[in-house]
């Protein structure tokens, strides 16, 4: 009850510690606190931290920066949890020392004070090793010393002393903050570049359907394009019963591949490769070469189940079995999904569920699989994720789970929250100057900042955006510059990309044309155009320059133009300026703004900025320079910034 | 672990739970939650709240208000605390509903539909008591008979069916959130016109110091100027031991009063009365005479001593002790306060400390009193006032505590979070209307308004603010009446703002020259003028005005001129519309917009207006309409509203 100190609104924290906030190594934590007392007596207050198997608090002093606020940052270098909190306390010593500097300022007698402070500084030494009590002592008897009074107040206003009282703080009836977590993860939760394909495309053969033979001699072109994860939509054995057909149609002509989400048949369930695709070994030959060639396969984890699914006949307890003794199918009413059928995350059997599927995960994780991309993960229950990730995780903590849920903000939050690595984003549909800003700044500014780490796909199998139907290729360039210029992590559902599919679906939805989820598809993979030129270019430098590697630095400056966005990256020392034309059809020019406060420019600008894409160079002398950018050669300076 | 359901974000909440909120009884709680889940099943959601000593559930049904936020309020009926949380659940009976009606809408075949149906009424029936069963199993009933295909379907189209489906929800797998609470307070924590003076300043006979006796005689005038607390600085023993003088002079003179805050001498401490006002006998008589007339008696609570005070004999202990064996004076440094010496909340014999100061408040209440003025609190710990306010209200939940903290924004929210019932303000220094709507709309738009529940004071024997040093009339009568509409709670430091005291100390502070503080007064008690009238005037508005006696209600309207500010506040159908004049000097005119979705005016203005103050009428047919405010005659209007 002596605690004086109310420490309070620590940040950050989501939902009052219930969930922990997301780091990678090496990447800072600031914490701030609102850490109070009554009266006048100096406070002080540290952020201790330490990881969450260790027993010793590291400690850093925090600094007021007023309206009783504080702050301070500590760096976890490691990867697992850490738990940080907030300490406070008034600090006698200080205060001591305070009044002494106000008093003798005015000339008062200080023989009182310096006993005063001699009894301070024993009580404070006797809390610290005898290591570090010689300081605190030799200066005590100092002040004890009653025929030293002159050099005993000389000694107080020292700087040397004000350190020594700054170094060794006098403790005493600390309030503690509860206790945060922080999951630290691999740098590539951060920073990662996806490539998308399906296997069964992956045929240079135009009369037969890919395998991962196929693959593999893709995979050096994919490296080569700068990507670092490739993903493939589900290997599984494919459902037979109530397989769809091309663009959809509920019944599959014979010979159609159907929808690899409908996954499951009498060839095998989640723990099998479709025969279609090769074997196991096949697989993991393609896991293996990837990895040779810097990249990692991405596993989709689709958690349902087409009807001839082993798991119905072997556990139809994880099922919903209807009042005439039917499975129900997936639905939306009215709306049915007959080649899907719904596991029962609800069932009295969902322990067995549950664990049967953390099984799943392990599986491929056991095969060398170290990132899956989660297929819509909020058509299933939030608590489950928690609990698998976090399972996984005790046991393999490299590994990351991309959510594939576009829904509504507070569920996509939610998932991040229950632990998810990475999730899909709004990019896709964010195609205004003001609504790409806005939505830049809820990312990075907001309390989301914390756990939701985007990955900006311009295009998906499933989403095939109106702005790129009927596209031209300059916006396809700029789609994809944006995406891999705003955020750290981005992917591309890539041939489809590459080749500038356009073609919407009839049924005037965000949908491909012919889409492959339904059919196979052969393409040229030896093509070159302006958009495989863009994005191997843009990747080279993501690799090459660190201010790409974030998504939390962006910092937007202003211009006088709508249809120009400006927006600088710094991390260690290395600065990238990107200025992107929203408008794909004309020449956009404009003033662009040059933000000294973040660059420490003082005086007058004298930059040299060259332009990674085209090799220009610029000089900018002006607060706001000139700019101008054709869409038809490169709707994006993205421009490397050196102080002349 | 099957909860799927997420409640998160419960508000009203403190410091997640760690603080209660504040109502008066018959105040509602306006609770939100974001409550959401996986999928597309039908979510349901309540707020249960119950008396925190009984052990029933009240349940309300929420509202989607989109965007997964839901919605439901409760009003408490009685004192004490109560507490609420929010649950959610999947409705299966609902969702079952839901797709029932889509199905049925695109015209498909049911019959296994309306067997689930059944299944799920039954199922939901087995969770109600018995009385509650039929209309369900009725239901359940006809659903399940396959003869009566087209009834069964009928059935479940009709109202009745989603009424009852509405009124008994299938829970499941509930998610509760944490339990909060809220402290119902007596109506007077919201609703309360306080007036002060100095009962030694009460003497009608210029040639002697007023006494209790003296205090009496003035009890019907303040009754019929309308307040309803009195409040009085401290009324205990005041201090000999260096004593200040006149004008806070560093000794006093033979004979003068020194300071009433600091207390204790030989005559006694703080559980005595000065033998100057007379004996505790004369107390309790003005407490008796004063609530015969609808005036509760506020006592002054000054945790602090002189010098001579009893304690510090009796309890060494409890101060501080210098080496050189001298008690420590309160201190800000370099400046000392001599006739002070501080408790020290931090001693080894705390716990007898804190419960001697708790001993005082229950002495007190024991005499009658039922209202505390708290003096500085914010420099005694803020823990110490959570435990002695909860301690007083567990035998005494009436006794409201008015904090009398000017200080930093966080240090007078902590006290009122601790249990303050109400708390100064800054009202006191808000002197334009853009800083007073935006003092307002944080007092009452923000979480503040759970919890600090603000006492607009227009001056205290402390506070003669720069606008009032050398104010005419017409500001001291613009001060008091937007005091006395802003917040339902104000108060004067009485007698010296009728007589318009506008005499700043020659410090340059925000002090009376002469301050009261060091030296008794003499007024004339039976003064009468424009300021009088005022306060009189408004005080029978505000009682005859249920508009008036909330401050959380207040709506700002537009107006087209800087110095005019139009606020509109109802409850109980009780409409009243202030408009203020800030300019004390000058006729200030202009136009004012009618908000007609808060008075619910769908088509033209037709409202008829009535001035409480001057008794004129006004007709308004318009969106905005003109308004001249002249302040030699009153600077506001205070209008009731009527619609024609």
Redesign the interface.
């Known amino acids: 009850?002596?605690?004086?100190v109310?420490v309070?609104?620590v940040k950050p924290d989501i939902?009052?510690g219930?969930y922990f906030i997301k780091r990678v190594i090496n990447e800072a934590v600031d914490v701030e606190a609102?850490v109070?007392?009554?009266?006048?007596d100096a406070i002080r207050a540290s952020v201790q931290y330490k990881k969450a198997s260790g027993r010793k608090w590291n400690e850093v002093f925090m600094t007021a920066r007023g309206?009783?606020e504080w702050t301070a940052s500590f760096t976890p270098t490691e990867k697992g949890f850490y738990e940080y909190r907030v300490i406070g306390w008034?600090d006698h010593l200080l205060n001591w020392h305070?009044?002494?500097l106000?008093?003798e300022?005015?000339g008062?007698y200080l023989s009182?004070e310096l006993?005063?402070g001699?009894?301070l500084l024993r009580k404070t030494a006797a809390n610290y090793p005898k290591k570090d009590q010689s300081d605190l002592l030799r200066y005590a008897d100092l002040l004890g010393n009653t025929q030293a009074y002159k050099d005993a107040v000389a000694a107080v206003l020292t700087d040397e002393f004000a350190a020594l009282v700054h170094q060794f703080p006098l403790k005493?009836?600390i309030t503690e903050s509860n206790t945060f977590k922080v999951r630290v993860e691999r740098t590539k939760a951060l920073f990662s570049t996806w490539y998308e394909f399906f296997p069964r495309s992956a045929s240079q053969d135009p009369n037969r359907a890919g395998t991962f033979k196929d693959c593999e001699a893709l995979i050096p072109r994919v490296a080569e394009m700068g990507f670092d994860v490739l993903y493939f939509p589900p290997i599984h054995p494919v459902g037979k019963l109530n397989r769809k057909g091309k663009n959809n149609a509920v019944t599959a002509e014979p010979g159609e591949p159907g929808s690899p989400w409908a996954i499951g048949s009498d060839e095998g369930g989640h723990k099998s490769v479709s025969p279609e695709l090769g074997t196991m070994e096949d697989y993991e030959n393609v896991i293996q070469l990837a990895k040779e060639h810097g990249i990692e396969i991405a596993l989709d984890l689709a958690f349902q189940c087409a009807p001839d699914h082993p798991y119905v006949k072997e556990h139809p307890e994880w099922f919903i079995w209807?009042?005439?003794n039917?499975i129900m199918y997936a639905?939306?009413?009215?709306k049915k999904y007959q080649d899907i059928v719904p596991l029962n995350?609800?069932c009295d059997e969902?322990e067995s569920l549950?664990e049967e599927l953390k099984s799943v995960i392990i599986f491929w994780v056991e095969k060398g699989i170290n990132i899956f991309r989660v297929d819509n993960?909020?058509?299933?229950?939030?608590?489950?994720w928690e609990?698998a990730i976090a399972e996984v995780h005790k046991q393999y903590p490299d590994v990351l789970f991309l959510s594939e849920a576009f829904t509504?903000?507070?569920?996509m939050a939610?998932l991040a929250k229950a632990g998810f690595n990475q999730s899909y984003s709004y990019f896709t549909w964010r195609t205004s100057k003001h609504e790409m800003q806005e939505y830049l700044t809820e990312l990075t500014r907001t309390e989301s900042r914390e756990f939701f780490r985007p990955n900006f796909w311009p295009n998906t199998p499933d989403i095939l955006p109106y702005h790129l139907q009927g596209a031209s290729s300059n916006t396809f360039v700029q789609r994809v510059l944006m995406a891999a210029t705003l955020s750290s992590n981005y992917g591309l559902y890539g041939m489809a990309y590459e080749v500038m599919d356009n073609q919407g679906n009839t049924n005037g939805k965000e949908e491909y044309l012919d889409s492959e989820k339904y059919e196979v598809k052969h393409y040229n993979w030896n093509l070159r155009n302006r958009v495989t030129d863009a994005i191997a270019k843009i990747n080279q430098v993501r690799k090459a320059h660190p201010a790409l590697q974030s998504t939390w630095n962006i910092h937007f400056t202003g211009t006088d133009n709508d249809q120009l966005m400006s927006y600088v990256k710094i991390a260690d020392g290395d600065i990238v300026w990107c200025i992107a034309n929203f408008d794909a059809n004309h020449t956009q020019a404009g003033f662009v703004e040059v933000p000294k406060d973040l660059l420490g420019i003082e005086g007058s600008v004298n930059l040299r900025l060259h332009d990674l894409l085209t090799g220009q160079y610029f000089q900018w002398n002006n607060d706001w320079n000139y700019v101008q950018l054709n869409p038809d050669y490169y709707p994006l300076h993205v421009l490397h910034v050196e102080f002349l």
């Open positions: 009850m002596r605690k004086r109310i309070e609104n939902n009052s219930r609102a109070l007392a009554d009266g006048h309206n009783d008034i305070r009044g002494f106000k008093k300022a005015v008062q009182v006993q005063e001699e009894v005493e009836f209807r009042p005439d039917t639905e939306n009413p009215p995350f609800e969902w549950w993960p909020h058509t299933k229950p939030i608590p489950f609990w509504r903000p507070k569920i939610s």
